[in-house]
């Protein structure tokens, strides 16, 4: 079975800390996906990468950054972390285009 | 700009009866659609997916998938619901200009009256 794992289910940041979320898959994939979950408004992208080193923003990208040093790591980073930060977080790695999506656990983040 | 919209944010049925969640896409070309499904504290669980060829799809958990292309539509039904139905299920699609980014819908949460 394909696993995608996040590093933390639950955090709790302050306001103005640098934040790390750290997702690793096991199935070699080209493609990793983060995505900000928040009720009403579905799953919303961050940023993804189709290849090491290689990203693209997605619809959300303010605020955030990413990294993929490694294939099966990308990792998330919150620059600033503030308030309007809190949300829950979604790792997810695909292979080609025609294939589907495999998802993590998701982190829920809260920036006090 | 390539997106999905799932119309509906809330519906409720009734057990057995029937369910249709409706899904639309605007992309340039027919994209690889999805449908996935979010139990309450659950990661997201693939119910099925289109990429090409009959356009009716079986999922899992008695789940279908009809492919309109005049409509652009990716409308998710099942004949009788079961209070285990319950939850959020998300509309997904891939394709376009952006290699394999994956652009999700709102969300439809489904209620199930016993």
């Known amino acids: 079975d394909v696993k995608v794992t996040q590093s933390s289910r639950y955090l709790v940041k302050r306001t103005g800390e640098k934040v790390f979320l750290e997702c690793v898959q096991d199935?070699?994939?080209?493609?990793m996906f983060w995505y900000r979950q928040d009720p009403g408004l579905g799953l919303r992208l961050i940023y993804f990468?189709?290849?090491?080193?290689?990203?693209e923003k997605g619809d959300i990208p303010e605020g955030y950054s990413v990294s993929r040093e490694k294939k099966e790591r990308f990792s998330l980073i919150l620059e600033s972390a503030s308030t309007n930060q809190t949300s829950m977080y979604l790792c997810?790695?695909?292979?080609?285009?025609?294939?589907?999506?495999?998802f993590g656990q998701g982190t829920r983040l809260t920036v006090v | 700009a390539q997106s999905v919209t799932q119309p509906d944010i809330h519906i409720t049925v009734s057990e057995g009866a029937s369910l249709e969640l409706r899904c639309n896409y605007s992309?340039?070309?027919?994209?690889?659609l999805f449908w996935y499904v979010q139990s309450p504290g659950q990661g997201l669980q693939l119910l099925l997916k289109?990429?090409?060829?009959?356009?009716l799809v079986q999922g899992i958990k008695g789940f279908e998938a009809e492919f309109k292309r005049s409509q652009s539509s990716f409308n998710l039904r099942k004949p009788s619901v079961h209070w285990s139905d319950a939850a959020e299920y998300f509309c997904?699609?891939?394709?376009?200009?952006?290699?394999?980014?994956?652009?999700f819908g709102q969300g439809t949460i489904l209620t199930v009256h016993p």
């Open positions: 997810a790695s695909k292979g080609g285009m025609n294939t589907e999506a495999f």
């Open positions: 199935m070699d994939h080209e493609n």
């Open positions: 990468s189709y290849d090491v080193k290689m990203k």
């Open positions: 992309y340039g070309a027919t994209p690889y």
């Open positions: 289109y990429f090409s060829g009959d356009t």
């Open positions: 997904a699609a891939a394709g376009g200009t952006s290699y394999g980014k994956l652009t």
